[in-house]
C-alpha cells in the first residue's frame, strides 16, 4: 500500500515539476517576443500631389487695344508714343543682361532689319505662327548693299519678304514677317471690327538663344 503511494507521489510531482517547467518556458518566450524583438512599423507615405497652375507663371497684361501673356519674372519698360507706337519688356532691369520684347502697333519701323523673322498671319484678333524663327538670314541671304531708305538687305524665308541684318552680326534680334507686308501683320479687334497693324521684334543678347517665350507672348495675344 505504501508502495503505491510513493508512486502516486512521485507522479504527482513530475506532473509539478513539468507544470513549472512548461510556465517556466512559456513565460519566457512571451517575454522574448514582447520585449526583446525589435518592433517593426512600416508607414507609407502620403503621396504629394504637386498642381501646376500656368497662370501663376505669367503676367496677364491690358494694353488697351490688345491683352498679352509674359513671365511673371518679366518687367513693363515703356511705352512710346514718339515715331513710333511702341510697348517694350524686359526680363531684367538692364537691356543688356537678359530679353527684351518690342511690340510695335499701327505706327511701325517697315524698315527694320533683322537677324532672324519669324513668320506670321492674322486670325482674326490673334496670331498665327508659321513655324519657328528662321537661320541667321547671312546664312540665306546674298551679300547686297540695302536699298534706299533701308537698312537690311532684302531677304526672303518660306516665301515671305523681310529685311536681313547684314551689318550687325553680333546681335540676335528676330522680327515678324507676312504675307501682308514686311514687318506688317493685321489683327482685327473684336470690339470695333477695326484693323491694326502689328509688328513683333524679340532681341536675345545670351549665347544660346531660348526664342520660347517670343513664341507664347505671340500666341497669347489677343485683340479686344
Same mark, same amino acid.
Given at each position: ?66 491683352? /498679352? ?38 505706327? /511701325? ?9 519669324? /513668320? ?61 507686308? /514686311? ?42
Amino acid at each position: 500500500m505504501s508502495e503505491k503511494k510513493d508512486r502516486r507521489r512521485q507522479t504527482i510531482a513530475w506532473l509539478s515539476t513539468f507544470f513549472v517547467l512548461a510556465l517556466i518556458v512559456g513565460t519566457g518566450y512571451w517575454i522574448l517576443t514582447k520585449y526583446l524583438r525589435p518592433d517593426t512599423y512600416v508607414k507609407q507615405a502620403a503621396a504629394i500631389t504637386t498642381v501646376v497652375n500656368y497662370q501663376n507663371l505669367t503676367r496677364h497684361y491690358d494694353e488697351g487695344d490688345y491683352t /498679352i501673356d509674359l513671365p511673371v519674372s518679366w518687367k513693363f519698360i515703356s511705352h512710346s508714343q514718339g515715331t513710333y507706337n511702341a510697348f517694350t519688356w524686359q526680363s531684367s532691369d538692364r537691356v543688356t543682361d537678359g530679353q527684351q520684347i518690342v511690340v510695335y502697333e499701327n505706327t /511701325i519701323p517697315i524698315n527694320y532689319a533683322v537677324n532672324r523673322v519669324l /513668320i506670321v498671319a492674322g486670325d482674326n484678333d490673334r496670331l498665327s505662327l508659321d513655324g519657328a524663327a528662321s537661320d541667321n538670314c547671312l546664312d540665306f541671304t546674298k551679300a547686297s548693299s540695302a536699298g534706299q531708305y533701308q537698312l537690311g538687305a532684302p531677304a526672303r524665308w518660306q516665301g515671305i519678304s523681310f529685311l536681313c541684318d547684314q551689318d550687325n552680326t553680333q546681335r540676335d534680334v528676330v522680327g515678324t514677317s507676312s504675307a501682308d507686308g /514686311i514687318n506688317t501683320v493685321y489683327l482685327k479687334s473684336q470690339s470695333d471690327h477695326q484693323t491694326h497693324a502689328f509688328f513683333f521684334t524679340f532681341t536675345d543678347y545670351s549665347i544660346n538663344p531660348d526664342y520660347s517665350v517670343f513664341y507664347n507672348a505671340l500666341d497669347s495675344l489677343r485683340m479686344h
